[in-house]
């Protein structure tokens, strides 16, 4: 990474507040389905039974989105895009069987936010269902060349023809899975 | 044959197999003791001087008559030196070694004796007779004759041994001839590559650099050391001679740091390393670097401070990866050490010049965007400066703190003020971290001291903004763990702050209750009083008396918090006690209320005091952990205090007591036996007998005691087979205290077997609840496993009458037979973690009825029940468990288990057996079967087909942990099929339980790690396009596990 250009130095790293899953919320879940306190630790017999016991469905919904993709790394920096601000769950949409993915590049002329959207994508290709129709854009007013980033990652084409590159498919897995 | 004939012999015959017949021949003479003396003369005589005629003159006159023959020469010293390398030490004179001195220093100018001659000289310089006199011959022949590029290594190795040897002994001598010596020695080395060589090489070198003149050498040394750093040598695959890179680094690094000369030198070639280099060679450099500073010394230091500054912060603000990060801090605080390492901590008050300022000044002004990710390293940087010298640390927090305050002032940023309280915390940490080795009492002199009410100032009104308050807690608690920096008030003072986050409503004051917790505990080590008299009153009045609705989620959310704030506050003995009043209080305003409850509260309520005792419990447990000695004493109070309470509530008429449901019961029930655990086996005794008083003959005042007041008319006898259920239910309690008893306390009943036979009778026939029948079982078992030498009669009345009557019998009808098989396996499983001799008879029965289509199910698997590890036979029960019981177990029952899965001609037993296989597999560690796995895994698969999804899901679990560890490819040839019944479970169209599905897609994640890419390529496909299926599942779950299984299998390549 040492010869590539930096386009943003020095991002801004946003304290999430999303990364502190605190107890009292567990509380508040486990209050709602049952009066009985099962102790603060459950026990994996609980859980267990738990996952097996009730037959709801649970619907493919934004946070399990943003699940996926906020622990991405950032290409230039050792951050995540959850971090960096780049995606945050509000920027994620379902209708029916579209995904929207809206991200927002640290600088506007940040050239890799190519990347960046091609790792979303390639995460999402892998991690959900067949049926859903993926649309990965920048955020409006966010990038110089907004429109041409636009096309170029929603270019099912394109982005066939970009993970035959060897080189470049290495890049996106070491986005995806942070580095060594 | 004497020593003289043989050598005789072996000089005319000079055939090879003499050679080694005859060597052997006085080898194993000079090891027997009653030879070796006599041996040893003959070798002296051998040995000294040419007035002796067998001595090696003899020998090497023989020599030059048989000079034609090049291996006889080589032969000759060769023995001389194999012979003399066995010789004891103390029986060489120093004549003798002087005469072999020299006839091995003549031998080194012949090519064809110089290696038996280094051998020889090896192992004489080791020897006391051997005396700094021979050092310059010896170096003389060896500078002179050994031309090291025609060696092979072990005779290299030979020279750096004798070399090493002479200068550990004789290095006066050595210095003496000092240039002479260091010249042709680095020239001798020079080219060495064979790292068991330069492992010796670095120690002489080592030597050489500290306590010899080296001023006209130092270049050639520095040549001869440097050249090898950094160092690249990886040790091959079971390399036998266990040198590790690690080695040769720490060997290297004793020469780079052994002498001041070489800093001039080396800092270059340390700054081009560190820029060109990989992850590991930045790593040794900068490691390198960190030992050569102090020694380089502080005017080098200074001299090339900026340009060793501008390589670190290289490594530092844009690290390759956090490892290197940390070394190049470690090294900068070396440099900045060995810096300022002159002056004396009086020294620059309030000034410092030179790179600490610059560093500061450069870091701070990066700090001026606190929120950038650059503000990170920056801090860092100077968090690493706390730990170096006392001045540069007065420096820095002088210079930082008062900015990061002033920044946080400032009201255009207040959006950033989250990051900079981050910042300050980091450093009010490394402050702590920094004064841990140097003990300052004295607040005034830490380097926080003079500042601590500005920052105190702003935490206090951080604490009240939400966003502020994570970072503003953190700096608190860096501040509360810095031993003497705040006085008593100040504490007083942070309490009462942080009980305000507490005792707020909204949904951010829960958010920050764990790291406001994690300030209070930490507070309450060194001043518990002040939790004691302002948090814990505000908690209790926080704690409704009535218990909230059932529909009232967000009040028991409340509850539950405020139950675990105390659960993790009140761990400390005084504070426990508090807590333990304060709950007994409201447990019983719940349990006895004044007005009858109207029938909808009733299960809140129980609920509500179900928490409380699960608090009392979770609490007691940590404590349990923590080793606090003052559980014990609660036997004394609270274990009547909840008999009572029960006792009470289980013989009042009214059905409604809140106090009789079960489950809290069964909570108030792990109270006593975690109390009773802790308590001595004295004590033990004593509450037994009244335990048993109550419990057999009805008179519970010795155990019960408490404001509630049993009325006297009331019988109890819970085992009495008339007695209501309510009143049964409390066999729960007794088990409870029964089960930690220590192994020698009585159990005070006249005849133990007739009182095992009556709770037999009574968990079969009058116990109504799964939950009595469970709870007279594992008292059985407790009893059972630590007293069975008692126990006989009973042991045998169970095989041959219970046994055959009430599970062998198949006209009794399943409903009957179901419990007595749970009888029959709480009493194997008593025999068998003991080792009693009658276990086995016990599964023997199980076996019996493997064809029994009425109880074949419960009787198969019973196998995996009876040898799982429990909550009740445990070494805190004091339970006699006696070493490897399972394997015992496992090895006489397994090959029976797989010949009976594998045999056809009954299929219903062979399902059995295949159910027991599967259920003892799954309930064993694995280290107890893998050996065996080969001939198991073809079973667990058919396992999987088993319609039971309990079973599969076993299975997978088995499957999973046989995958970690280090014969995890065992399933390789198995791969193909695995994948197969993995997928075929992993979709909820064909999988109806979400576990198994969850399972089986862990399974599949791990396989791509577990089995060689080859076999899986084939598969790759198929799994990636199965696997889509499974991302839609209906759990989200589910979903997940699918998700992290399909990346592993995208990413996996050959």
Redesign the interface.
């Known amino acids: 990474m040492a010869s590539v250009q930096i386009f943003n130095p020095n991002p801004t790293v946003f304290i999430s507040p999303s990364a502190k899953a605190s107890a009292a919320s567990r509380h508040l879940q486990a209050a709602k389905k049952s009066l009985w306190m099962n102790g603060p630790e459950p026990r994996s017999t609980s859980e267990d039974s738990e996952t097996d016991d009730d037959d709801e469905e649970e619907a493919i919904d934004q946070e399990e989105i943003f699940d996926l993709i906020r622990k991405i790394y950032d290409p230039e920096h050792p951050n995540t895009l959850e971090e960096l601000r780049v995606v945050s769950a509000p920027q994620i949409s379902i209708e029916k069987n579209t995904v929207k993915v809206e991200f927002t590049p640290t600088v506007p002329h940040c050239g890799m936010s190519t990347l960046i959207g091609l790792s979303i994508r390639v995460r999402l290709i892998r991690s959900l269902p067949t049926r859903f129709k993926l649309d990965i854009v920048v955020k409006p007013g966010s990038h110089q060349s907004e429109h041409a980033v636009n096309k170029q990652l929603n270019d099912k084409e394109r982005v066939a023809a970009a993970l035959e590159n060897p080189a470049l498919v290495k890049t996106v897995e070491d986005c995806l899975s942070g580095r060594d | 044959m004497s020593a003289e004939r043989l050598v005789r012999t072996w000089i005319t015959s000079q055939r090879a197999e003499e050679v080694t017949e005859i060597v052997s021949g006085m080898l194993s003479r000079l090891s027997s003791p009653s030879l070796i003396i006599n041996t040893n003369r003959n070798f002296q005589r051998l040995n000294r001087s040419p007035r002796c005629r067998q001595s090696p003159w003899r020998v090497s006159d023989r020599r030059r008559r048989l000079s034609a023959n090049k291996r006889s020469r080589f032969t000759c010293v060769e023995l001389l030196s194999a012979v003399l390398s066995r010789c004891p030490a103390d029986k060489l004179n120093r004549q003798a070694a002087k005469v072999l001195t020299t006839f091995y220093c003549s031998k080194m100018e012949d090519t064809e004796t110089v290696v038996p001659a280094l051998k020889g000289l090896a192992s004489l310089t080791k020897l006391p007779s051997s005396t700094s006199e021979d050092v310059p011959n010896i170096l003389d022949a060896i500078f002179e004759h050994v031309k090291m590029k025609g060696l092979v290594q072990s005779v290299r190795f030979q020279v750096f041994t004798i070399i090493d040897t002479l200068l550990a002994r004789h290095r006066d001598a050595f210095k003496t001839i000092n240039d002479s010596f260091l010249g042709r020695y680095i020239a001798l080395v020079e080219g060495e590559k064979d790292p068991r060589n330069l492992l010796l090489a670095f120690a002489i070198a080592r030597v050489l650099l500290i306590e010899f003149d080296i001023t006209n050498f130092f270049e050639s040394l520095f040549n001869i050391t440097f050249c090898y750093f950094p160092i690249t040598f990886r040790p091959p695959p079971n390399d036998p001679y266990g040198i590790s890179t690690d080695d040769l680094r720490q060997a290297l690094r004793g020469c780079l740091n052994a002498t001041p000369s070489f800093g001039p030198l080396a800092i270059p070639v340390f700054l081009e390393k560190l820029a060109a280099g990989s992850p590991t060679t930045k790593r040794d450099t900068l490691q390198s670097m960190s030992l050569c500073f102090p020694v380089y010394g502080s005017a080098l230091a200074r001299s090339h401070a900026r340009q060793l500054w501008n390589a670190l912060k290289l490594e530092i603000f844009?690290?390759t990866?956090?490892i290197t990060e940390e070394f190049a801090l470690k090294t900068t605080q070396s440099l900045i050490k060995t810096i300022y390492a002159e002056q004396s901590p009086e020294f620059g008050n309030g000034d410092i010049e030179g790179l600490a300022r610059d560093a500061c000044e450069e870091c701070i002004s990066i700090l001026r965007?606190p929120?950038?990710?650059?503000?990170?390293p920056a801090i860092k940087v100077l968090c690493a400066f706390m730990s170096t010298t006392p001045s540069v640390a007065r420096y820095t927090v002088a210079q930082t703190v008062p900015y990061l305050v002033k920044l946080y002032t400032k009201t255009d940023n207040i959006a950033s003020r989250?990051?900079i309280l981050?910042l300050l915390s980091e450093l009010i940490a490394a402050s702590r971290d920094s004064m841990k080795n140097l003990h300052i009492s004295d607040a005034s002199e830490k380097p926080l001291g003079p500042f601590k009410d500005e920052i105190l100032g702003i935490l206090t009104s951080a604490l009240k903004t939400p966003p502020s308050r994570?970072?503003a807690l953190a700096c608190l608690l860096g501040f509360v763990s810095t031993g003497g920096l705040l006085t008593d008030e100040e504490l007083a003072f942070i309490v009462h702050g942080v009980d305000d986050i507490l005792s707020e409503e909204s949904?951010e004051g829960?958010?920050a209750?764990?790291p406001a917790l994690k300030l209070l505990v930490t507070i309450s080590l060194t001043a518990s009083h002040h939790v004691k008299e302002q948090t814990l009153p505000l908690l209790f009045g926080m704690l409704s008396d009535n218990a909230p609705p059932?529909d009232a989620?967000?009040e028991?959310?409340k509850a539950?918090?405020i139950?675990?704030a105390l659960?993790t506050l009140c761990r400390r003995p005084d504070l426990f006690e508090t807590l333990v009043i304060s709950l007994n209080t409201k447990l019983d305003l719940l349990c006895m209320p004044s007005d009858t409850p109207a029938p909808e509260e009733l299960?809140?309520r129980a609920?509500y005091a179900?928490?409380i005792l699960?608090t009392l419990?979770?609490t007691i447990l940590a404590k349990v952990d923590d080793g606090h000695v003052d559980v014990a004493k609660y036997i004394e109070s609270l274990v009547p205090r909840l008999f009572n309470l029960f006792i009470y509530s289980a013989l009042d008429p009214d059905k409604n007591m809140i106090a009789s449901d079960p489950?809290l019961i069964t909570e108030a029930g792990n109270i006593i036996g975690a109390i009773t655990q802790t308590v001595s086996a004295q004590r033990q005794q004593k509450f037994v007998q009244t335990l048993f008083n109550a419990y057999l003959d009805g008179n519970y005042k010795d155990i019960a005691d408490g404001p509630q007041k049993i009325p006297l008319s009331t019988v109890f006898a819970p085992l009495n087979p008339a007695a209501p259920k309510k009143q049964r239910n409390l066999v729960i309690l007794m088990a409870s205290a029964v089960l930690p008893l220590h192994k020698e306390i009585r159990i005070p009943v006249p005849d133990l077997s007739g009182f095992f036979k009556s709770l037999v009778s009574w968990g079969l026939a009058d116990a109504g609840t799964d939950l009595q029948q469970e709870s007279a079982w594992k008292m059985l078992c407790a009893i059972v496993n630590k007293r069975s030498a008692d126990a006989s009669t009973f042991i045998k009345f169970m095989l041959e009458d219970f046994g055959p009557q009430s599970i062998a019998n198949r006209s009794c009808p399943p409903e009957k037979r179901n419990p007595a098989i749970r009888v029959w396996i709480w009493v194997s499983k008593a025999l068998l973690v003991c080792n009693h001799t009658d276990g086995s008879q016990f599964t023997e029965l199980l076996f019996q009825v493997f064809d029994d289509e009425a109880i074949k199910w419960s009787a198969a698997t019973s196998f995996g029940e009876i040898v799982r590890t429990d909550m009740v036979l445990t070494k805190h029960n004091y339970a006699s468990i006696k070493m490897l019981y399972a394997q015992r177990f496992l090895r006489q029952i397994l090959p029976r288990m797989i010949t009976g899965a594998h045999d056809s001609t009954d299929p219903e037993s062979q399902i059995s057996h295949l159910i027991a296989l599967t259920s003892l597999i799954s309930s064993v560690p694995k280290a107890l079967y893998i050996h065996d796995m080969p001939k198991l895994i073809p079973l667990l698969v058919r396992g999987l087909d088993l319609p039971d999804h309990n079973i599969r899901y076993q299975v997978i679990n088995t499957f999973l942990s046989v995958a970690e560890g280090d014969s995890a490819d065992i399933v390789s040839e198995h791969a193909p099929t695995l994948i197969q019944t993995m997928l075929r479970n992993s979709t909820a169209a064909n999988m109806s339980?979400?576990?198994v599905r969850?399972s089986a897609l862990k399974y599949l994640g791990v396989l791509p790690t577990i089995v060689r890419y080859d076999i899986l390529h084939p598969h790759k496909a198929t799994v990636i396009r199965q696997l889509?299926v499974s991302?839609?599942d209906?759990?989200?779950?589910v979903?997940k596990e699918a998700?992290a299984a399909?990346?592993t299998w995208?990413?996996s390549s050959g």
Request: net charge positive.
């Open positions: 844009q690290p990866d956090p965007e929120e950038k990710s650059q503000a990170k989250p990051s981050l994570d970072p949904e829960e958010e209750s764990a059932r989620a967000i028991r959310a539950w918090r139950l675990s659960n299960e809140p609920a179900h928490s699960t419990h979770q489950r339980s979400a576990r969850i889509a991302l839609d209906p759990k989200r779950t979903r998700v399909r990346t995208f990413k």
